[in-house]
């Protein structure tokens, strides 16, 4: 048997477990399970975090840690404002071409416009 068929098992007698009313022995069950799955793939988990680790620290964030203050956060902020202005131009412009568009196809088709 492998450890998938194993942990499979374990789920079952788990659930189980809660569905009689046992359910201490149910979530100890389940979070023994868990633990065996972290330490199942804890290599691969600890590579992961450690090439994410490496990328972030490649990044360039939007603020100056030299800064104190409110100037640190002064380009986060400016980024902020240019991404919620644009978020209402294109909403707007979505908008505005559906309205026309909607107009357009019932002076076309002569359908009622349905609001």
Known sequence: MNFWTISIGVVAAAVTA??????LVGYVMLA???ASILLFYRLPILKFTGEVKVELDKCSWPWDP?????????????STVVV???VVLLGGFVTT??????H????LTGARIVR
């Open 18 to 23: 809660i569905m009689m009313g046992y359910t």
């Open 32 to 34: 023994l399970l868990a």
């Open 66 to 78: 030299n800064q104190t203050g409110f100037k640190k956060y002064k380009e986060l902020i400016e």
């Open 84 to 86: 919620i202005i644009s």
């Open 97 to 102: 071409c559906d309205w026309l568009l909607n």
């Open 104 to 107: 357009l196809a019932g002076f």
